[in-house]
C-alpha cells in the first residue's frame, strides 16, 4: 500500500484497495503458473503468452543483436521461456542466482527449458564473453534493485529518486545492440500478451542515463495501464537519495 500511494498519490483509499486485492490475486496465480512452466508443453506456452515476436525477429536480417528491457511484470517467467520458443537469437537471460541452493537448482531448470541461457549479473562479464562474438539477445530485468547504490543511476520514478542498475544501459553501449522494451498484459488468469518497442538502435549516440530513463518511462506506462500485475511488494523505493554520495542524470 505504501508503494501504490507513491505511484498513485491522486488516488484515493478504496481504489489503492481494489490495486491491492487484483494484485494479491494475480501474485498466486503468478506463482502456480510457474510451477506449471516445469511440465508445460511449447504449444500451451504458445497459446497462453503470445505477442509480436516478429518484432525481434525480423531485426535478425539486420546482423545486429538484441536487448529486451523488462520490468517486474506477471508472468515475467513465462516471457522468458515463450522468447526462448519464438525468437531467432539465442536468447541469454541475466539473473540473480537465489540464495537457496535447492530453490536456485529449481528456477535454473525452469527457465532454461527452451534452451534460454543464464548469465549471474554476479559474474556478467565472465559468463558473458564466450557468447559476446556470437548472436544473441539478452534480456534484462531493468527495475531490478541496484546491488550498489553509489554506482547506480538515481532517476525519478514516479517522481521519487530511485537507484537503477547500470548494467543494461551499458551493455547496450558496449554490444552495439538494439534496445526494445517488453511491455506486458494479463488477458485472463495464465494468458498473456506481450509488444515490443524499439527503446534506441544506437545507445553510443545517447547522453548517459537517457535509455535508462526511457524504460523508465515505459515501466511507469506499462504499470498505469495494469497496475495490478506488477510486483508491488518489490521494495523498490526502499533507499534514500543522498547528494553527498548519490548521482543523478
Given at each position: 500500500m505504501?508503494n501504490?500511494?507513491l ?11 481494489a490495486?491491492a ?6 501474485f ?7 510451477i506449471k512452466l516445469?511440465s ?8 497462453r503468452?503470445v505477442?509480436e515476436?516478429?518484432?525481434?525477429n ?6 545486429r ?5 523488462l520490468?517486474?511484470?506477471f ?8 522468447l ?5 537469437y ?6 540473480l ?9 529449481i ?5 532454461t527449458?527452451?534452451?534460454a541461457?543464464?548469465i549471474?549479473?554476479t559474474?556478467?562479464l565472465k559468463?558473458?564473453r564466450p557468447?559476446?562474438k556470437?548472436?544473441?539477445s ?12 553509489n554506482?547506480a543511476?538515481?532517476l525519478p520514478?514516479?517522481?521519487?529518486l530511485?537507484p ?6 551499458k ?16 488477458v485472463k ?6 509488444k515490443?518497442?524499439?527503446?534506441t538502435?544506437?545507445?553510443k ?6 535509455l ?8 511507469e ?13 518489490h ?11 548519490h548521482?543523478?542524470?
Amino acid at each position: 500500500m505504501a508503494n501504490l500511494t507513491l505511484a498513485f498519490p491522486g488516488k484515493n483509499y478504496s481504489e489503492k484497495k481494489a490495486i491491492a486485492k487484483k494484485f494479491y490475486k494475480n501474485f498466486t496465480e503468478n506463482f502456480i503458473e510457474t510451477i506449471k512452466l516445469l511440465s508445460i508443453s511449447k504449444k500451451q506456452l504458445q497459446k497462453r503468452f503470445v505477442g509480436e515476436f516478429d518484432t525481434v525477429n525480423n531485426y535478425y536480417a539486420t546482423g545486429r543483436n538484441m536487448q529486451l528491457h523488462l520490468g517486474h511484470f506477471f508472468n515475467w517467467e513465462y516471457a522468458n521461456l515463450a522468447l526462448s520458443i519464438q525468437s531467432k537469437y539465442p536468447v541469454l537471460v541475466i539473473y540473480l542466482p537465489l540464495v537457496n541452493k535447492a530453490m536456485d537448482k529449481i528456477f535454473y531448470k525452469l527457465r532454461t527449458r527452451f534452451n534460454a541461457k543464464l548469465i549471474a549479473a554476479t559474474s556478467y562479464l565472465k559468463e558473458f564473453r564466450p557468447y559476446s562474438k556470437e548472436r544473441f539477445s539478452l534480456v534484462f530485468a531493468g527495475d531490478q534493485s541496484a546491488g550498489n547504490i553509489n554506482t547506480a543511476y538515481w532517476l525519478p520514478f514516479f517522481g521519487k529518486l530511485t537507484p537503477f542498475v547500470t548494467g543494461p544501459e551499458k551493455s547496450a553501449r558496449l554490444n552495439n545492440t538494439i534496445a526494445l522494451y517488453a511491455h506486458f498484459n494479463k488477458v485472463k488468469r495464465g494468458h498473456y500478451t506481450i509488444k515490443f518497442y524499439e527503446m534506441t538502435n544506437d545507445a553510443k549516440s545517447l547522453a548517459e542515463g537517457e535509455l535508462t530513463k526511457r524504460m523508465i518511462k515505459c515501466i511507469e506506462e506499462n504499470i498505469k495501464e495494469q497496475p495490478e500485475i506488477y510486483l508491488w511488494t518489490h521494495r523498490r523505493w526502499k533507499h534514500q537519495y543522498d547528494a553527498s554520495r548519490h548521482r543523478t542524470l
